[in-house]
């Protein structure tokens, strides 16, 4: 098998994938790509056996193959190439490789293409389609909230509702929680579905920037992401989500209305002062100010600020940590955000002040006693 093609058209497909293959010790394999090509089109595939990626791209061959190329010393070998075209050729029998680029040739040993393992097809499988744009922002908004208890395997995921009236997207680690919801994105059927970090942390990265499609297809146990020449395939998390609205408390009569970069850049300031521990901060308010203290009684360290803001409610001190508020603040977008309490023990509720019509977005931290340090 004999096949040319563009060193930097391949090497830009190839880094697309790279993510999901694997370094596995038991399945030596998993560390290669797969290349396989039929009528002058190249498709590259690569797996750890819970998340695949594949592309393709057009090749000048005049045979049919497969065989699978080490992914660590093909990159490395591309990345110092300069844009040129570059030939493959693969010895049917015994699945050498021999690549010739300008005045260079190298030579490494590939495997048998079919020991390569299958990539999943979809099967029985419903569909959405929403904006890569729309995706994106889903991702970004609640990844970051996403356990990394394998103890609570549902909770290491993105949960997923699909309605007729909306794509909800919910993430939390028990101390935050995220529920992002869209207006413009609608499925025929209601379904649910989680999930896992990994492809979704892939897909993160593998978006276009132009506003393109993506096609989401799902079965019980996969999803399958389309978008341009790109196909995401994962194995979905098998477990029971927890019921994530009975914690969102609903009566939340204090309101408070603040600029978002204030309030972050004082937090982020604050919290270098509190115990290293818990990162807890106190938010005190009172009329129209609020004020932030932070406290590490080992170290003797405390810190106070003041700003001004919109309050509606009852005079509070409430304790958080500080981490939590900081990434959560990082997510929002909008210039003044709003924290809704009820009291110092319950949730307070975070959201962008003004938001796009189409999407919602509310963020939930839990409250730390403030007799924590005193």
């Known amino acids: 098998m004999r096949f040319i093609v563009s060193t930097s058209t391949l090497l830009k497909q190839l880094q697309a994938v790279n993510g999901a293959s694997s370094s596995s010790t038991v399945l030596p394999i998993l560390e290669n790509f797969l290349f396989e090509i039929k009528d ?57 490789i021999e690549i010739s680029a300008g005045d260079g040739k190298y030579k490494l040993s590939g495997e048998n293409g079919e020991d390569f393992p299958k990539i999943p097809a979809v099967e029985n499988a419903s569909s959405v389609t929403m904006s890569a744009s729309v995706l994106s922002e889903a991702i970004n908004k609640t990844l970051f909230a996403v356990s990394n208890d394998e103890l609570r395997p549902a909770m290491t995921g993105v949960y997923c509702q699909l309605s007729p009236q909306h794509v909800t997207f919910v ?100 919290v270098i002062f509190a115990n290293k521990t818990t ?53 929002l977008g909008g210039d003044e955000v709003l924290l809704e309490m009820s009291t110092p023990n319950r949730a307070g509720l975070l959201m962008p002040q003004s938001h796009d019509e189409q999407e919602e977005v509310l963020m939930l931290v839990m409250p730390v006693m403030l007799n924590t340090y005193a």
């Open 171 to 270: 993430a939390t680690d028990a101390h935050k929680l995220v529920r992002y919801r869209r207006l413009d994105a609608k499925s025929d059927t209601a379904t649910t579905f989680i999930l896992p970090k990994k492809a979704l942390t892939l897909l993160k990265s593998s978006l276009p920037s132009d506003d393109v499609h993506v096609s989401v297809e799902f079965n019980s146990t996969s999803a399958f992401f389309r978008f341009g020449n790109i196909n995401l395939i994962c194995r979905l998390i098998d477990e029971r989500y927890p019921d994530y609205e009975a914690v969102i408390p609903q009566n939340n009569p204090n309101k408070l209305i603040i600029d978002r970069s204030l309030f972050l850049n004082c937090l982020r300031r604050v």
């Open 40 to 96: 002058g089109i190249l498709t590259i595939s690569a797996t750890d056996l819970q998340t695949s990626m594949t592309t393709t791209l057009p090749v000048e061959s005049k045979e049919d193959g497969k065989v699978a190329i080490p992914s660590k010393i093909l990159l490395e070998t591309l990345k110092t190439l300069p844009d040129q075209p570059i030939s493959f050729s693969v010895d049917d029998s015994t699945f050498s």
């Open 279 to 331: 990162h807890q901060v106190r938010l005190k308010i009172t009329g129209s100010e609020l004020n932030i203290s932070s406290e590490d009684i080992d170290f003797a360290n405390e810190a106070h600020e003041r700003l001004s803001c919109q309050y509606e409610g009852e005079d509070m001190e409430i304790g958080f940590n500080a981490k939590f508020l900081i990434e959560m603040l990082n997510n």
